[in-house]
């Protein structure tokens, strides 16, 4: 399977503060790369697909890119409601594989 | 509006087997993707199986062998049956249809495995 790896693992941040978070591929996966955003008692939400493509409905603080193995998601500007663990996702292989999420925090 | 709800989840002893069932409205099973992720207490999210539209079948690791997924057509019903399970499975299972931009998931059910 390909492993997904994060980092870091978790975070601490102000509102306004610029955050990026990346997630490294054990093998090449073309741009098959997605972000969620979770929060608690919530289903996963969508917010970035085939690396860069912002999801619906999703800010255009959220921007994600990267191609091969290594990828990004920035958050520009964190609001009070960015604060939830995000996965990176691959769908290049029939065998999906997510990270192992990165918890950004209230400073 | 698509709408995806689980049912079938509980207590169970390791071992044991439980089917979990997703009821779709809004699309259909059979002409789309649909897959099964969980989350165990305190952990991060994990792909478990998935179903293609052409009927081809993919699992992870962790429960191949032991896990089988499924559709009824008539029933838009979409399932996985979970056999020989153990304390590790215990987790929220979601069921999840994705295209693209499309993404949706069932608000999941919870599988408890103890003894």
């Known amino acids: 399977d390909i492993q997904m790896t994060q980092s870091p693992s978790s975070l601490s941040a102000s509102v306004g503060d610029t955050v990026i978070i990346t997630c490294r591929a054990s093998?090449?996966?073309?741009?098959?790369l997605n972000w969620y955003q979770h929060k608690p008692g919530r289903v996963p939400k969508l917010l970035i697909y085939?690396?860069?493509n912002l999801g619906s409905g999703v800010p255009s603080r959220f921007s994600g890119s990267g191609y091969g193995t290594d990828f990004t998601l920035t958050i520009s500007r964190l609001q009070p409601e960015d604060f939830a663990t995000y996965f990176c996702?691959?769908?290049?292989?029939?065998?999906?594989?997510f990270g192992q999420g990165t918890r950004v925090e209230i400073e | 509006e698509v709408q995806l709800v689980e049912s079938g989840g509980g207590l169970v002893q390791p071992g044991g087997s439980l089917r979990l069932s997703c009821a779709v409205s809004?699309?259909?099973?059979?002409?789309?993707?649909m897959s099964w992720v969980r989350q165990a207490p305190g952990k991060g999210l994990e792909w478990v199986s998935a179903?293609?539209?052409?009927?081809?079948?993919y699992y992870s690791d962790f429960v191949q062998g032991r896990f089988s997924v499924s559709r009824d057509s008539a029933k838009n019903l979409f399932s996985l049956q979970m056999n020989n399970l153990r304390a590790e499975d215990t987790a929220v299972y979601h069921c999840r249809s994705r295209k693209g931009d499309f993404d949706s998931w069932g608000r999941g059910v919870l599988v408890t495995v103890s003894s």
């Open positions: 085939t690396a860069s």
């Open positions: 093998e090449r996966i073309s741009n098959f």
């Open positions: 809004g699309l259909t099973v059979s002409g789309n993707y």
């Open positions: 179903l293609y539209s052409d009927g081809s079948k």
């Open positions: 996702h691959q769908s290049f292989d029939t065998v999906e594989t």
